[in-house]
């Protein structure tokens, strides 16, 4: 009996996944955008396998959002090993592993909740000094 082993996703995975994401988000009319924020967002083209993409999504209804575009990511990259739900009153989050193995932590809230992510990278200025 051979048994194979799962392999690790790749590196920079996140940064590969992006377009098929943005695909998703701009099949759905409710969602009005879509950006990533967290370890893997801005100038880390090349995060570590182990890191997970963080995604915000701005749309109305944001607990049915999130389940129809963590459906259309599950049909499109892999299926779900496990999911974690949590809700607030102004924001629902899925957290979800794929088969694979990587790790995509969906928040979605609506337009009027004024939630923006802090970037971990914020872009400089050209010609500004970093303190």
Known sequence: MSASKPSLPPLGWQAQILPELSRIAACDERIRSLRTYGSANGPALDADVWSDLDLLLVAEDPAAVAEDFCRQVEDSLAPAFASHRSDTADKYVIRLVLFDLRRLDIA???PSSGYEP??????????SRTP
């Open 108 to 110: 979605v809230v609506p």
């Open 118 to 127: 802090v970037p971990r990278f914020a872009p400089q200025p050209r010609g």
